[in-house]
Nanobody, 127 residues
Framework: VQLQASGGGLVQAGGSMRLSCASS????????MAWFRQAPGKEREFVAA????????YYADSVKGRFSISRDNAKSTVYLQMNSLKPEDTAVYYC?????????????????????WGQGTLVTVSS
């Protein structure tokens, strides 16, 4: 499975940006998909996840109410809509796939549960 992330760039604080991640997996609709991010000098952290079979979504507290994860199973693509961006959102954003999905809800924030990763896309939020 290959994941191709796109949509990063430079945005001013308070602005919006949408990231996309296209999957080559045939069984995409059942995959759990997630976004993680890694800021310079920091560890990779969970941002959001969506479980394919339930269409349920999960968010890190730091982005809840500002970011929205969604998926288009017909296009095998997951999106991350980011609103009210802050300078502390600056990071390389990675999409990831838990395929076949094995992680339960409480495990979705842990990177070790994901089998496939995209190459990352840089989001820079200027103040």
């Amino acid at each position: 499975v290959q994941l191709q992330a796109s949509g990063g760039g430079l945005v001013q604080a308070g602005g919006s940006m949408r990231l996309s991640c296209a999957s080559s997996g045939r069984a995409f609709r059942s995959d759990t998909m997630a976004w993680f991010r890694q800021a310079p000098g920091k560890e990779r952290e969970f941002v959001a996840a969506t479980r394919g079979s339930l269409f349920s979504t999960y968010y890190a507290d730091s982005v809840k109410g500002r970011f929205s994860i969604s998926r288009d199973n017909a296009k095998s693509t997951v999106y991350l809509q980011m609103n009210s961006l802050k300078p502390e959102d600056t990071a390389v954003y990675y999409c990831a796939s838990d395929r076949p999905p094995t992680a339960i809800a409480g495990q979705l924030r842990y990177a070790d549960n994901y089998d496939y990763w995209g190459q990352g896309t840089l989001v820079t939020v200027s103040s």
